[in-house]
């Protein structure tokens, strides 16, 4: 696989260390939907196995990597709660209780504000400005005048920081971002 344009072998010393950071919480959030520390410890593993056998996919930065495993501990963790309710191909919220939709829901909203956050603050002061009032809501009229600056100055510099952020976190990641977790704020 390749990370920020870095080959890096699966049995590699990078890799360890790669695993070593992002294993942990890999295991709690696998953990904390399944409610066992077990499942959740093999669940993570399972995505790291599954990344190894994906061995030409590229990452443009580790953060990219953590987002593209928390889908893969996710998607396992459903795979995970449909074997043991004997649930066959369904949607991803049939056969869940609405109280585990709810969960998972807010576990992935915890996980994705998380990522989300630490790349914010990796952009340029301005830009982070601007990206936490959109995500407080506020309209680019509104930046505009908040931050006295022109309307078009704010349309540059969001587009500029989402360009950032797809870059940083991966288009997956940012999709994933719009979709689900912006009708959250």
Request: net charge positive; proline share 1%; with cysteine.
């Amino acid at each position: 696989m390749r990370v920020s344009g870095k080959t890096i072998q699966f049995n590699s010393k990078e890799f360890n260390e790669i695993f070593e950071r992002l294993f942990p919480s890999m295991c709690m959030l696998a953990a904390r939907i399944l409610k066992s520390q077990d499942k959740g410890k093999d669940v993570a593993q399972e995505a790291f196995v599954k990344l190894w056998q994906k061995d030409n996919e590229e990452f443009s930065s580790e953060k990219a990597l953590q987002a593209y495993l928390y889908v893969l501990v996710k998607n396992a963790c459903i795979s995970q709660i449909r074997k043991e309710k004997n649930i066959k191909n369904t949607s991803i919220d049939e056969g869940l209780t609405v109280v585990q939709k709810s969960f998972l829901n807010e576990i992935l909203r915890e996980e994705t504000y998380s990522l989300l956050h630490e790349a914010i603050k990796d952009l340029s002061p301005q830009a982070e400005q601007v990206v936490k009032l959109t995500l407080d809501g506020y309209r680019n009229q509104d930046i505009a005048t908040e931050l006295e600056i022109t309307i078009n100055s704010v349309k540059t510099v969001k587009k500029r920081a989402y360009s950032k952020l797809r870059q940083t976190l991966g288009i997956q990641f940012v999709m994933m971002f719009i979709s689900d977790f912006y009708k959250y704020i």
